[in-house]
């Protein structure tokens, strides 16, 4: 297993997450909840992409062959994209669930 390949994934998976997510917030807000609902789905298939990175390094090292994984720097950057794409995209379901109430 390639880890740097790994934390790119995640880095950069998180990061479209992320983009995308704040991406369809605008959209709510400018009445597109359609395309914020789309905009979502796309987010969420990245962030569960990112996920499946991540969840690739810890079963190596779990595993029975268990590669010892030395943390990085790099893996810590690319962990806490992953947080933060998390935290933004929960966040932009709830916004987006207001703006779609407020206009009922």
């Not at 390094?57 to 810590?76: H, Q, R």
Request: hydrophobic share 40%; glycine share 8%.
């Amino acid at each position: 297993m390639d880890i740097i390949e790994q934390c790119m994934k995640i880095t950069s998976f998180g990061g479209q997450a992320k983009s995308l997510a704040l991406q369809a917030i605008g959209m709510a807000r400018s009445n597109d909840l359609d395309g914020a609902d789309r905009t979502m789905a796309e987010a969420g298939e990245y962030l569960t992409r990112s996920h499946e990175a991540h969840t690739d390094l810890i079963s190596a090292e779990a595993g029975d062959n268990g590669i010892k994984i030395e943390v990085t720097l790099f893996m810590v950057h690319a962990a806490d994209h992953l947080s933060a794409a998390d935290t933004v995209y929960v966040l932009a379901e709830e916004i987006i669930h207001l703006y779609r109430k407020g206009r009922e």
